[in-house]
């Protein structure tokens, strides 16, 4: 196959309408983090309250993806596209005009649900219009430059924009993009066929919403007893799920090799990474004395080479396959910041800072794109949404929890540098553990395709049955 990319008119115009989607939210997000003390002083958020206008986001965002990914299987994912897109413009004029901390952080929670709806609603919808194969790996790839682009565009125009206008302006940017792809949508976009009479599984959505979002709340806010009660809801969804006769979310996907270890290697990419990120931006700006500006070029240049990753990485996924692109990726994320561990506190360190973090990126982003095709590979038709839903839960979860987790190891030592080498030694740990794992599991698979047949739907409590 050649290497471009042959679209008709409208493949393009729906590419620019889903990835566009993508690449609006991240931009909006990586602006709000520039943006957040201007944001705090304008309507009187405290300094110590500034992390919830991340958390009111992420724990809707998290929490809701699998249910709105199974429910655009269920109902329609154009429609429910087209009902997160219209939420988030919503939201964002709410948040543009908002005045006080409690109208800011219902905004924030509003966008939260906005991108659970829409972000897996878009993958589905682009898994429909590209068959399995070297052109999907490839859309997928552009869908990780957009992603990332939109990172590197917010940080390094964020301060800018909220300088010239304010912080209003981060909200109010997503208003007239979101209008245009509600326009656009309905005329490019056909729906998916929803099954008859469809019952939704009340008990699976209420257990696994709420334990995913107690999970994450114990994270943000170090609850253990929010922690424990996020456990025995996940327990119980599962056993809702073994014995419902219609799941949301059938545990024979769970079962899945590609799904299961494509869905772990992506948590720990993004766990790892987002935390990484965090904890630099604390050593550039508390160690190094750097300016929230300047720290926002060191992030952006490399960001150039995670866009770079998003276009390379669909091209060797083509030619190498998902399994061994996504190991090395990984590999590549973690082996690059072994020399971070022995960073000091002079700004000569910059010279060391700024490749690892150019080689990281990349890493990163070529993993990102492989587990989206791993975690997507290999479904029925109507299990797109529901595997989105898991691929975008898995982002936002891993996302939230962290930089809590890795903030709590830097915390356990009496100075910020031998905090922050502890921390990136155990995310370097962490990711090539990760690697390792999911390069065993994913090589049972190919050696034993036996046990990844899918079954039919509704099977899962005569195998269970059977088994037992």
Avoid: C
Avoid at 57 to 75: E, K, M, N, T, V
Avoid at 215 to 234: M, R
Avoid at 356 to 381: D, K, M, N, P
Wanted: glycine share 12%; net charge positive.
């Amino acid at each position: 196959m050649s290497d471009d990319i042959h679209l008709g008119r409208r493949e393009r115009l729906i590419l620019f309408v889903l990835l566009g989607t993508g690449f609006m939210l991240s931009v909006d997000f990586s602006i709000l983090n520039v943006a957040l003390p201007d944001v705090g002083s304008g309507v009187g958020l405290s300094r110590t309250a500034l992390p919830w206008v991340a958390s009111a986001y992420a724990l809707p965002a998290a929490g809701f993806s699998l249910l709105f990914g199974r429910l655009g299987d269920l109902f329609g994912r154009r429609r429910l596209f087209l009902a997160g897109v219209a939420l988030l413009l919503l939201s964002s004029l709410l948040g543009g005009m908002a005045d006080s901390p409690q109208l800011l952080l219902t905004a924030r929670a509003l966008q939260g649900f906005a991108t659970a709806m829409a972000t897996p609603a878009a993958l589905s919808l682009l898994l429909g219009t590209f068959k399995e194969g070297p052109t999907r790996a490839r859309v997928l790839g552009l869908n990780g430059a957009l992603l990332s682009g939109g990172f590197t565009v917010g940080a390094l125009v964020g301060g800018t924009l909220v300088s010239v206008l304010s912080w209003r302006a981060a909200f109010f940017l997503n208003v007239p993009f979101a209008a245009l792809i509600l326009l656009l949508t309905p005329a490019l976009i056909t729906d998916n066929a929803p099954p008859h009479r469809v019952k939704l599984d009340i008990p699976g959505a209420v257990t696994v919403s709420g334990g995913l979002l107690a999970v994450i709340y114990a994270a943000v806010e170090k609850s253990a007893p929010a922690g424990i009660a996020g456990a025995v809801l996940l327990a119980a969804f599962w056993v809702v799920e073994l014995r419902s006769p219609a799941p949301l979310a059938p545990v024979r996907i769970l079962r899945r090799p590609t799904v299961k270890w494509g869905n772990a290697a992506g948590f720990v990419v993004f766990t790892m990474e987002t935390a990484m990120i965090f904890l630099m931006t604390l050593y550039l700006q508390g160690v190094l004395g750097l300016s929230p500006l300047v720290t926002g070029f060191v992030f952006g240049v490399p960001g150039l080479a995670a866009m770079a990753a998003g276009v390379i990485a669909g091209r060797l996924i083509g030619r190498f396959g998902h399994r061994d692109v996504l190991v090395a990726g990984m590999a590549v994320q973690s082996l690059a910041m072994v020399p971070l561990l022995f960073v000091g506190s002079h700004r000569i360190a910059l010279a060391v800072v700024i490749p690892v973090l150019f080689v990281s990126f990349f890493g990163h982003v070529t993993a990102i794109v492989a587990y989206t095709v791993t975690g997507t590979t290999g479904l029925a038709e109507d299990e797109h949404g529901l595997a989105t839903g898991m691929t975008s839960m898995t982002q936002q979860v891993a996302i939230s929890v962290g930089i809590p987790i890795l903030s709590s190891v830097a915390a356990t030592q009496t100075s910020q540098m031998s905090g922050l080498r502890l921390a990136l030694g155990v995310d370097v740990a962490v990711t090539a553990a990760g690697l390792t794992l999911t390069w065993l599991g994913l090589t049972r698979h190919r050696r034993h395709p036996e046990h990844t047949e899918p079954l039919p739907l509704g099977s899962e409590r005569q195998l269970t049955a059977s088994k037992g």
